[in-house]
């Protein structure tokens, strides 16, 4: 009886038998077979045909692209050769500079692709722009300005302005002097729509359109705001780095659309081609025809594989109708076990989607039946329980130590014991601590100490700087551990300025609590250290020991007896000498407890 009420319930049968039934009936479908051979025949030869358009599209617009970018090329290296654009680089004299920047202002107003043109010295500076804002600015570090310096010309990837945080293309050419040596530089940014205008003229009601991806494989335009600036699938480490160190699309990371198959058939790509690939955003087959421009970008055009199979999907629906007529009853029992099979199978999927995106509350599959699925369902939720619970721990590990060091340690990339590396220590503490302390009760020391260290880690955070130690009321930052970096000297010296910032701020709102004003003092010093896990097997720490710590700390304790609030050494000012953002001024030569020989030291602050 148990058996028989089990067979009469389809819920319990096993999954190899549900299946078994649903090839039982699809054998009684024999008629449909001919029909769905000659509809594939006729879908594959439509596929071709499309692939072939698109393709031959997207080399259209490659080639309008092409054009329109030498055009502005040549346009640019014609007023590069203006006779008041020579004459102001070799004479910067405000009549000069007027004369040029009433042309450029014509320029830009007569042309509205063209958003700005600024003249740059031979040091990079603006000595006259279409908008007055730029003058006087310094663009010495963009590339547009290092590349074209040194002869030759330069057309950027569409970027976002630094200033205007619009996006466009940067266009620069050589200014001669008439001695035939390079005098300035002459820039151009054409408007990003401009470009983007010539691509959005394909688009369609069939949802056809086109997009452009640059040789990393970044969409630097899609008609969906969200996917811009999205790679199409993960960037290497050092690709990456390189489009946020220069500040290309003004983001703090890229993220991936993990659409690696059309990445690599359109980075890789020498010559126009098509593909097929199924996109994780619509979850749908898509079709794409793409083709390189002769600059660093790559065309696509794309559209739904839907818009063009819909007509003889509609009448293979049709002819359909007629077969199924005659076998509905199997239809019928396909339908049913279908919806048993997929009801899990859905369920489970959009589990695995929340669990993915980190919404483990809606990550729970529903265990609608007692066979297999059930069971899956059900080792799935306790598995996503357990990923829960090591986040927690992982979330915990990284309060406990650095979320750098917790990622090399969960790497195993730290293990006992050290390396020697050249670091730029920081160290800051309060003055007349002890006295602060012997007036609050325990409890007070501690959430003024909080407060206070709060600041001061939120300061050194966007400088990359390892917060090694809370000792007491002091802090100890480490640049250039774990994670090796170049500019660590500026990157302290920086987060000093930020932490005096804050500490400003902090001591207006204790004011306005009746509490006195903090005074600190900051040490930086930079030198070789040995970095590593100290410790033991059972329990060690990450940290870092040489001199260049104890030196930190006795500039610390030394800015006191010179009224000064930030000190560095000697290797400090040689990284940062040149930064004109530092006012450096000598302190001269001075004992450090612990030290024979005298040491040069220098106070900084910012440049007013």
Do not use: C
Not at 15 to 21: E, G, R, T
Not at 93 to 107: D, F, M, Q
Not at 305 to 314: G, I, Q, S, Y
Not at 517 to 542: H, K, N, P, W
């Amino acid at each position: 009886m148990k058996t028989l009420t089990r067979f009469l319930h389809p819920t319990t049968w096993p999954i190899a038998f549900k299946l078994a039934v649903l090839l039982l009936l699809s054998s009684t479908l024999p008629m449909l077979a001919s029909t769905s051979y000659t509809l594939r025949g006729s879908l594959e030869s439509m596929e071709t045909a499309e692939l072939k358009n698109l393709q031959q599209l997207a080399a259209s617009l490659a080639a309008r692209l092409d054009q329109y970018i030498l055009d502005s090329q040549h346009f640019l290296v014609y007023m590069a050769s203006n006779a008041a654009v020579t004459r102001l680089v070799a004479d910067p004299s405000p009549a000069n500079r007027t004369a040029v920047e009433v042309e450029l202002g014509k320029i830009v107003a007569a042309n509205n692709n063209i958003e700005l043109m600024h003249v740059l010295d031979a040091d990079g500076v603006v000595i006259a722009a279409s908008r007055a804002q730029f003058f006087g600015l310094d663009f010495r570090f963009r590339d547009y300005y290092t590349q074209v310096i040194k002869g030759g010309l330069y057309i950027s990837d569409i970027e976002v302005g630094v200033v205007t945080r619009m996006p466009g293309v940067f266009f620069s050419a050589p200014i001669y002097r008439p001695d035939g040596a390079i005098g300035g530089v002459a820039v151009m940014k054409i408007r990003g729509e401009t470009v983007t205008g010539i691509l959005d003229a394909v688009r369609s009601s069939s949802n056809r359109y086109a997009f452009l991806v640059n040789r990393d494989g970044v969409l630097v335009h899609h008609p969906d705001a969200k996917l811009l600036y999205r790679s199409l699938d993960k960037l290497p480490e050092e690709v990456e780095h390189r489009i946020l160190r220069e500040r290309q699309f003004m983001l703090e990371r890229i993220e991936s659309l993990n659409l690696r198959d059309l990445n690599a058939a359109l980075t890789q790509a020498r010559q126009p081609g098509n593909i097929v690939y199924r996109s994780p955003i619509t979850d749908q087959l898509e079709i794409a025809g793409y083709a390189p421009a002769r600059h660093r970008w790559i065309v696509g055009v794309n559209e739904p594989k839907e818009v063009f199979t819909a007509p003889l999907r509609d009448l293979s629906r049709h002819v359909g109708y007629g077969v199924l007529g005659m076998v509905a009853l199997s239809v019928l029992a396909a339908a049913v076990l279908s919806r048993l099979l997929l009801r899990p199978v859905r369920s489970l999927a959009g589990a695995a989607m929340a669990m993915r995106a980190g919404d483990y509350p809606n990550a729970t599959a529903t265990a609608y039946w007692q066979d297999e699925m059930g069971a899956l369902a059900n080792t799935f939720n306790d598995m996503v329980k357990s990923v829960q619970e090591r986040e927690r721990e992982r979330d915990i590990f990284g309060r406990v130590v650095s979320p750098e060091v917790r990622e090399k340690l969960l790497s195993g990339e730290v293990k006992l014991g050290g390396e020697s590396l050249k670091v730029t220590v920081l160290f800051s503490d309060i003055r007349d601590f002890s006295t602060l302390s012997e007036q609050m009760t325990p409890e007070q020391v501690v959430a003024f100490l909080n407060e206070y260290l709060s600041e001061m880690a939120e300061a050194v955070k966007p400088w990359g700087g390892y917060i090694n130690n809370f000792i007491g009321d002091a802090i100890v930052v480490i640049f250039g551990a774990p994670i090796a970096a170049p500019g660590r000297e500026w990157a302290a010296v920086a987060a000093a300025f930020d932490m005096r910032d804050r500490l400003s701020k902090l001591n207006d709102r204790r004011e306005q609590r009746g509490e006195i004003r903090l005074e600190s003092g900051i040490g930086i010093s930079t030198g070789e250290v040995i970095a590593g896990q100290v410790g033991s097997m059972d329990r060690f720490l990450y940290t870092v020991i040489g001199d260049a710590v104890n030196v930190a700390a006795r500039l610390e304790a030394l800015t006191k007896n010179v009224e000064r609030d930030i000190l560095i050494n000697p290797n400090t000012f040689e990284g940062i000498r040149s930064r004109p953002e530092v006012r450096v001024e000598g302190m001269g030569k001075h004992q450090l407890k612990g030290r024979r020989e005298e040491m040069d030291v220098y106070a900084v602050s910012r440049a007013s």
